[in-house]
């Protein structure tokens, strides 16, 4: 059985839930989320939380009960706080400005590197150096964290490149000194 997926999602007071045709929508303060769900996976919206359960109790059905629940969880956590990602560039000269929703990225390349914002991400960049991206949908913020982390990984010699903010780099040591 799915703990996870057992466990009511709860819904606060200035959140609106939709279930129709296999399509949940939340709306909130912040903005609103849609999401069709499995038609495996049914959600009954109550008073003050949603209930996933499954049609039937199958392996694979179970695994969707508890991903349906964390999704639906994301969504109400989304549409009223909002999630964040920070990442920070490290390395001599490297850098990072914006300019509207399209961050210009200084990262040891001959050009510099633009990276368009996708819609619904807004990012702030702090000292030069830290990158903070914000968004309702976690997804999205994870995938744009992730694919400017991916232009320039961090390396484990000196550690220059781009990371999250809580990520730790494993150093590795140079060159040994010749034997003699």
Do not use: C
């Amino acid at each position: 059985m799915s703990r996870v997926g057992k466990q009511p999602v709860p819904v606060p007071d200035k959140t609106k839930i939709t279930w129709l045709d296999r399509m949940i929508t939340v709306q909130g303060p912040n903005g609103s989320l849609s999401r069709k769900i499995h038609p495996n996976v049914d959600v009954e919206v109550k008073e003050g939380a949603i209930e996933v359960t499954v049609r039937e109790e199958t392996r694979n059905n179970r695994a969707l009960q508890g991903l349906t629940r964390s999704l639906i969880n994301n969504m109400v956590v989304g549409v009223n706080k909002g999630f964040e990602r920070v990442l920070e560039i490290n390395g001599i000269g490297y850098r990072a400005t914006l300019n509207g929703n399209i961050l210009n990225l200084n990262i040891g390349f001959s050009k510099p590197v633009d990276f368009k914002l996708p819609e619904g991400i807004s990012a702030t960049v702090d000292k030069k150096n830290n990158i903070r991206l914000s968004g309702i949908d976690k997804e999205k913020v994870g995938h744009a964290a992730a694919a400017i982390r991916r232009l320039r990984p961090p390396e484990p010699y000196k550690g220059k490149g781009i990371k999250y903010a809580e990520e730790r780099i494993q150093r590795k040591a140079g060159k040994a000194g010749a034997a003699q």
